[in-house]
């Protein structure tokens, strides 16, 4: 089975320009999310949703980050405009959604750098 | 205000056993505790999770006590391969339910 494919694996950009993440998790996980991982720190939740609604939303910057799930399977994290503070790991997980469970199985990540 | 508190690192040898301790106060009462393993330039790989008491898998053990307010994970015998950073993750009480990762502990494991 394959497991929660992300890409690209790596993206390097200049400030002020826009950036998109794609995630596709485990056929049959309804619940998605994205965190940010910086270097030497655990990563933090930026949304997760479950099936098309965002459930928590509370840690994403709004007015650059923006993030869709279509259709309640693949998503796209969006940045725009990125600034150089972005630079980090970009963890997409997924999981099955059981009550009060929080097994998740993560991308490989997208590497973000900002010139 | 600390949500979580591990070890930053911690070293050992293989063959000998490894508890990493994670302090977490005001968790929500209904999610499970739970810990991830994360090696370079890969996203975490889950490894146990548990609500109260003892959970015990194929690849380590987890101890809760009854107040819930910190976890132990418990690799046995560990090998070179298990050098890694482990973290625990909980959910905050509250109306937020908010998904809290631990700093991590960097364990590296000596021959």
């Known amino acids: 089975e394959a497991g929660v494919v992300q890409s690209p694996r790596y993206k390097i950009i200049e400030k002020k320009q826009p950036v998109a993440f794609w995630c596709n998790p485990i056929?049959?996980?309804?619940?998605l999310y994205w965190y940010l991982q910086n270097l030497g720190q655990g990563p933090e939740l930026l949304i997760r949703?479950?099936?098309?609604?965002?459930?928590?939303d509370s840690q994403l910057p709004k007015d650059r980050f923006s993030a869709e799930r279509l259709k309640g399977v693949d998503s796209t994290l969006k940045i725009q405009p990125a600034e150089l503070g972005d630079s980090a790991v970009y963890l997409c997980?997924?999981?099955?959604?059981?009550?009060?469970?929080?097994?998740?199985?993560f991308g490989p990540g997208t590497r973000l750098t900002v010139l | 205000l600390a949500k979580t508190t591990q070890p930053i690192s911690m070293d050992s040898y293989e063959g000998q056993e490894v508890n990493i301790t994670c302090s977490h106060n005001?968790?929500?009462?209904?999610?499970?505790i739970t810990w991830y393993q994360q090696f370079p330039s890969q996203g975490p790989r889950f490894i146990i999770q548990?609500?109260?008491t003892k959970v015990t898998n194929e690849v380590a053990s987890l101890f809760i006590p009854a107040d819930r307010k910190s976890s132990t994970l418990s690799l046995p015998r560990v090998s070179l391969s298990d050098t890694a950073v482990y973290y625990c993750?909980?959910?905050?009480?509250?109306?937020?339910?908010?998904?809290?990762f631990g700093q991590g502990t960097t364990l590296q494991v000596k021959p």
């Open positions: 997980a997924s999981s099955s959604g059981l009550a009060g469970s929080n097994e998740q199985f």
């Open positions: 056929s049959g996980h309804n619940t």
């Open positions: 949703y479950e099936n098309e609604e965002a459930v928590d």
């Open positions: 005001n968790i929500a009462t209904n999610d499970y």
């Open positions: 548990g609500y109260k």
């Open positions: 993750l909980v959910v905050l009480s509250g109306n937020t339910g908010k998904l809290i």
